[in-house]
Each structure stands twice: as C-alpha cells, then as structure tokens.
C-alpha cells in the first residue's frame, strides 16, 4: 500500500504539472497574439480547435511586448517551440528598424557628384533633348538608394509581423519602384536620322499615371 505521505507527494507533483502546463499554455497564446507563425511550423498544433489560417493579416509587432514574453519565468523551465521563431522575428524586426533608421537618415546629396541644380521648369525635358530624370535614375545616390531597399525588402520578407515602420517603408518602396518604371518605360528614337526624341508607349505612360497616383 501507498502510505499517506507518498500520495501527498505526487499530488503535489500533479499539482505542479498543471500549474506548468497552463503556464506553457498561456505563454503560446501570447506569442500568436504578436506573431503570426505558419500553420508547418506549428506541428502537433495544427488540430488545435479556432486556429487562424495562414493568409489572415498579420499583427504588428510591439517590441516591448515581444520582449516582455521572452522574459517569461515559463522559458526557465520548459523548451517552447516558438520561443526560437520568437527570438529570431525580434532580431530582424530591430535590425530593420535600424536599417530602415540608416535609410531615412543617410545623405543622399553628400555623395552625389552631381551638384548642379535641376531646372525650374514643368517639362521633364530639357531644350536639348535630354531627359532630366535620368539624372537622379542613373546618379550614385539613386543606386545606393535601390541596394538599401532591396536589403531591407529581403529582411522585412523574414519578419512574421508587421512592424510600426513597415508602412513608412512600403511608401518608399513604391516610390522607388514608381521612378524606375518611368526610366525603364522611356525609349529614344531618332526618326529619318534626326535628332533623338524620347518617347513612351501608351500603355506605359497609362500605367505610369495610374500607378503614381494610387502613391
């Protein structure tokens, strides 16, 4: 027979495990309230009853609260799954709010070699011919601009939440894209052997329009 203080024992063994696997329980909801994890990285909890699909909007991350979650008492003493998703969506989210901070804060004029100033006039074209924009498009500044886009389009692909500077990003992301689509869509032609002419194809220039507004 189980004498009285054995069962005690495990009751409070019991008690304890519960008391852990509630606390478990409720650190999971936490972090999904954050973070948006893929349905193949949730395993056995893909059966879980009201489980969000995949292409619901996604939260926008809170660094501090993030932050707060993976200070849990909770992690000390059991291994979560998400807890590594975790960690790694707040490191990229703070270094894309960094780069995003070096973005805004670079001075693009500083390593232009271009220093003149544009015309002040409303025509894109100059009188002889040459194309202003292709100033910015084809300058120094206008290229590093598009590598630092680039890396952070990469990063901000990573991050399973939406962060606060996610849309400020997006707007510049456009833009840049918008400006390059204008270079790209400009042809010249130099008809019967004359002086060349830029030119744009109507759909291109339809489009162009379109697409600068809905910036």
């Given at each position: ?64 609260q993030l932050a707060n979650?993976?200070?849990?008492p909770i992690l000390l ?139």
């Amino acid at each position: 027979p189980i004498d009285s203080k054995t069962v005690g024992n495990l009751q409070q063994v019991i008690l304890r495990v519960q008391d852990l696997h509630l606390a478990a329980n409720m650190w999971q909801e936490e972090v999904s309230s954050v973070l948006s994890i893929p349905t193949s990285e949730r395993g056995k909890e893909s059966d879980r009853e009201n489980q969000e699909p995949e292409h619901t909007v996604r939260p926008k991350l809170s660094f501090m609260q993030l932050a707060n979650i993976l200070k849990d008492p909770i992690l000390l003493k059991i291994a979560m799954p998400r807890e590594v998703a975790a960690r790694e969506v707040l490191e990229k989210a703070k270094k894309f709010e960094q780069l995003l901070y070096n973005l805004l804060g670079t001075d693009y004029n500083h390593i232009s070699t271009d220093k003149a100033p544009y015309p002040d006039t409303k025509s894109m074209v100059g009188e002889d011919g040459r194309f202003y924009l292709y100033r910015l498009t084809e300058s120094l500044p206008f290229e590093t601009l598009k590598v630092s886009v680039e890396e952070l389009v990469h990063l901000c692909s990573e991050i399973a939440a939406d962060t606060l500077g996610e849309k400020v990003f997006e707007w510049i992301r456009q833009c840049v894209k918008w400006i390059q689509s204008v270079h790209d869509a400009v042809g010249e032609q130099a008809p019967f052997g004359g002086t060349a002419r830029i030119f744009l194809q109507t759909k291109d220039a339809t489009d162009i329009l379109s697409n600068g507004n809905q910036i």
